[in-house]
């Protein structure tokens, strides 16, 4: 009798996602002999595991090449070799099975981890660098588990105690006119799974390591924009204090332009201006307060004083002391106002 071995594969799930499992492309396999016409024959069983662990070995080796990851060489291959698929629970679909020219085949599916996988790569999936995750999805990622990934990608998978079980294994037989024995296997999606955990497992210590140097960077690029953000604050202070000093000269200067032009009035010049001075001097103090009080972030550029362009870097006393520049500002210009005002009143 000859004997043939086809199988079927779907794809080698490199990727979390984007691969369905319910389409399956035929691949024929080295012919290989069969034990008999039986769903659970111990040779037909056993070569059924050794087909799921090449095609695992597979994906595996093309996810460790893709990674871009330095994966632990030992590691990966004390796991190549001692990882086990087995199916159980065998049981034939088909009706008389000695007369029928196909068998349909059934059974569960496990794939045996080494001790101390399951743990290592939930532990690697935590520290598995987020290149594309940013602020609020960053954080969501850091919560985001590998028992999180499996209930919402692999959801006919379970992994526990390091096992990885899976739902419903389909295989089948087929016997030609000839009597030669074809054996189709279905793909499962345990095989792609078991191929992430061990991708995760090996680039555990290559994750820790990038995720220490971006720490390293996130801590001197912080550093640095504390530096120069201090910088910058005290360039803003510097400019403030430079403005302060020069618009209490102005201040200064004015107010003896305005005393002087007073004194020289006469004393009925004076006293027919009294009131109307008294008033002045209180609208002064009223209009200067309510223009200071202006937000700086409503000047347009060429309104601005220089030291007003580095408003970014104020805190709330320099936002006051601002106020107190805008205020001298109105003053210094009130009063100047107000000099020409009497010098012209009586000239």
């Known amino acids: 009798m000859k004997i043939a071995l086809i199988t079927s594969l779907v794809c080698s799930a490199v990727a979390l996602s984007g691969c369905d499992f319910s389409k399956k492309k035929a691949e024929t396999a080295e012919t290989k002999k069969l034990q008999d016409w039986s769903c659970s024959a111990p040779a037909n069983v056993e070569q059924i595991q050794g087909h799921l662990k090449d095609v695992y070995l597979k994906d595996v080796e093309q996810r460790i090449r893709q990674s871009g990851y330095e994966a632990d060489q030992a590691l990966l291959e004390t796991i190549r070799k001692n990882i086990k698929f087995e199916i159980s629970h065998i049981s034939t679909k088909t009706e008389n099975p000695e007369q029928a020219k196909t068998l349909e085949c059934s059974s569960l599916v496990m794939a045996k981890l080494p001790k101390g996988l399951q743990k290592r790569a939930e532990n690697a999936y935590m520290a598995e660098p987020c290149e594309e995750c940013d602020g609020e999805d960053a954080q969501a990622s850091s919560t985001y588990t590998l028992q999180d990934s499996i209930q919402n990608e692999w959801s006919s998978l379970t992994l526990s105690d390091d096992k990885i079980k899976g739902a419903d294994f389909k295989y089948g037989l087929e016997r030609s006119d000839n009597d030669e024995i074809s054996l189709t296997v279905e793909s499962s999606s345990i095989t792609a799974f078991a191929a992430k955990v061990t991708e995760l497992a090996v680039n555990f210590a290559a994750y820790e390591k990038v995720a220490q140097t971006n720490r390293e960077a996130g801590q001197k690029y912080q550093e640095e924009s504390s530096k120069e953000e201090a910088a910058q604050i005290a360039l803003a202070q510097k400019a ?108």
């Open 240 to 347: 403030m204090d430079i403005r302060q000093k020069e618009l209490d000269g102005e201040q200064n200067a004015a107010v003896e332009r305005l005393n002087i032009t007073w004194d020289k009035l006469t004393e009925e010049q004076k006293a027919s201006q009294q009131q109307d001075q008294a008033d002045w001097f209180e609208k002064r103090d009223v209009d200067c307060k309510v223009l200071a009080q202006k937000n700086v972030y409503s000047l347009s550029e060429s309104e601005m004083e220089t030291y007003q362009k580095q408003r970014n870097y104020w805190d709330e006393a320099m936002q006051k002391q601002n106020q107190a520049l805008q205020y001298s500002k109105c003053f210094v210009q009130k009063t100047k106002e107000r000099t020409v005002y009497l010098n012209n009143l009586f000239h």
